[in-house]
């Protein structure tokens, strides 16, 4: 800071503080301000050390009270966090970027077109993988989510408005440097255009999350036994997504489709979703058609697209046997191979007024029994291996409680004593009501205790898709 150009330091220092009051939200959740562009200019100016100079006092003066401002909501730990982290992470971005520039400078390239680009893109590269890293670090601390995931997630949502604004920031230098600084100021608004665009992005896809956040809402309302159920599906969706190593892109659109997977039961009727007991042909036929009745709803959404065929296919059968289109394998796109999956755990572990949650344990054991028939193996796995790094190890059930099948030919037919012996048996993935009407239709029988050998042999057909 020996020889600072001191006009030029209060100049830059208003440019980098003026855009910290217009920050835009990325649909990521990750608040960008326009304010990079004046870092990188500053850096062209004045140098590294007094462009992190400007950065602390930015974030010291300006920058703290806006983001506890911005949190005011949250709790007290999250916003110091943040404020911490926002801080460091800036003073470190500009800092180690200014570094690599005035290094690259140093080695020759200065003004001599083209070379004087190589300094301006390492400094704008290496703020822009610092940024990256840094950012994805504190997400991998805060929520525990894999670093390498959540840095490709964000850099892809980053990427073209840093380039953006890296232009914008060196055209500011030049102007500043070889022209004028009145240019650069009248420029301003130039710069809250570039802004004024992200957010108008920003807005609309906004709108379409609260939009899709109200038709789940609008779901559960209608079965409130399903309470949540759409939030859950997109968690386990998303487990499966990180361990399968789906494209951020697709992996957005798979979640879009978990959030408004069910909306189709809009047209089902109250009664119906919520009968404790099995289903008539005609209303099993009436849940049946949700997947087909949600995928025409979204058509008439300009929003959506990708998502539709998630929503139509996403009980569809890997042998060909679910619905609406019966299609097999491969047929069933990726996506809806992936939902089904999430979505049978969650209607396995959560509790209905007619049964108990099921336990991972044998969430998991009849997701593997199905696997390769019903389910694709590779989302079922990828969502076993998820559970185990969150929860432990998953052991082994009885393999009787998920094989307890072929037997009973007819439904209502004698399942003597095992019932007694299982009352939390696995019937049918997916099948969130089977156990119900299974304990219906046996509450006469006298539950019984049979031997271990016995008890293989025991084996009960729930028909399958009865209820999914
Ligand atoms: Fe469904």
């Known amino acids: 800071m020996g020889d600072v150009d001191w006009q030029a330091f209060v100049f830059w220092g208003i440019l980098l503080a003026f855009p910290e009051f217009f920050p835009s939200r990325f649909p990521s959740g990750i608040w960008l301000s326009v304010s990079f562009a004046a870092e990188y200019a500053s850096i062209i100016v004045l140098g590294p050390g007094a462009a992190v100079w400007l950065v602390v006092l930015r974030e010291l003066f300006v920058g703290s009270v806006h983001q506890l401002w911005l949190r005011k909501g949250y709790r007290t730990r999250d916003s110091v966090f943040a404020v911490a982290f926002n801080f460091s992470q800036f003073v470190v971005s500009v800092g180690v970027a200014g570094l690599v520039f005035q290094i690259a400078q140093e080695a020759g390239s200065a003004y001599s077109f083209p070379k004087f680009l190589i300094p301006l893109g390492l400094c704008a590269l290496v703020y822009f993988f610092l940024n990256t890293g840094l950012l994805a670090t504190a997400v991998r601390l805060h929520e525990r989510i894999p670093f390498l995931w959540q840095a490709w997630a964000i850099g892809r949502s980053m990427a073209l408005g840093h380039v953006v604004l890296a232009i914008a920031g060196a055209a500011a230098a030049w102007l500043y440097l070889e022209v004028s600084p009145w240019v650069v100021a009248l420029a301003l608004p130039f710069l809250l255009l570039i802004r004024v665009h992200f957010q108008d992005k920003v807005e609309v896809r906004r709108s379409e999350e609260e939009s899709l956040a109200l038709m789940a809402k609008l779901i559960e309302a209608k079965d409130r036994y399903t309470e949540k159920h759409s939030q859950r599906v997109i968690d386990y969706t998303n487990m499966i997504l990180r361990e399968l190593r789906v494209s951020y892109r697709l992996g957005e659109t798979i979640k879009r489709a978990a959030l408004v997977h069910d909306i189709g039961k809009i047209g089902t009727r109250d009664a119906t979703l919520t009968k404790p007991g099995w289903l008539t042909t005609e209303e099993y036929e009436a849940v049946k058609a949700h997947p087909a009745a949600g995928a025409e709803i979204l058509a008439k959404k300009a929003s959506f697209g990708k998502e539709i065929p998630i929503v139509r296919h996403h009980h569809e059968s890997l042998d060909g046997s679910g619905y609406p289109d019966g299609l097999a394998g491969t047929e069933i796109p990726l996506g809806a191979r992936i939902l089904a999956v999430a979505d049978a755990y969650d209607a396995m572990t959560s509790p209905r007024p007619y049964k108990p949650a099921?336990?991972?344990?044998?969430a998991v054991a009849e997701l593997r029994r199905c696997s390769g028939t019903q389910f694709d193996s590779e989302a079922v796995e990828a969502l076993v291996?998820?559970?185990e790094k969150e929860g432990g190890p998953i052991g082994t059930v009885s393999m009787l409680r998920a094989r307890v099948r072929a037997g009973l030919e007819t439904w209502g037919i004698s399942v003597p004593r095992c019932f007694g012996?299982?009352?939390?048996?696995?019937?049918c993935a997916g099948c969130e009501f089977a156990d119900g009407c299974l304990k219906e239709t046996l509450?006469?029988?006298?539950?019984g205790s049979l031997?271990?050998?016995?008890?293989?042999?025991?084996?009960?057909?729930?028909?399958?898709?009865?209820?999914r």
Request: hydrophobic content about 25%.
């Open 421 to 427: 012996a299982y009352k939390t048996m696995v019937v």
């Open 451 to 467: 031997e271990e050998e016995e008890e293989e042999e025991v084996r009960v057909d729930v028909p399958t898709g009865s209820r």
């Open 385 to 387: 291996r998820a559970l």
């Open 443 to 447: 509450a006469d029988q006298k539950p």
């Open 358 to 362: 099921r336990s991972r344990e044998e």
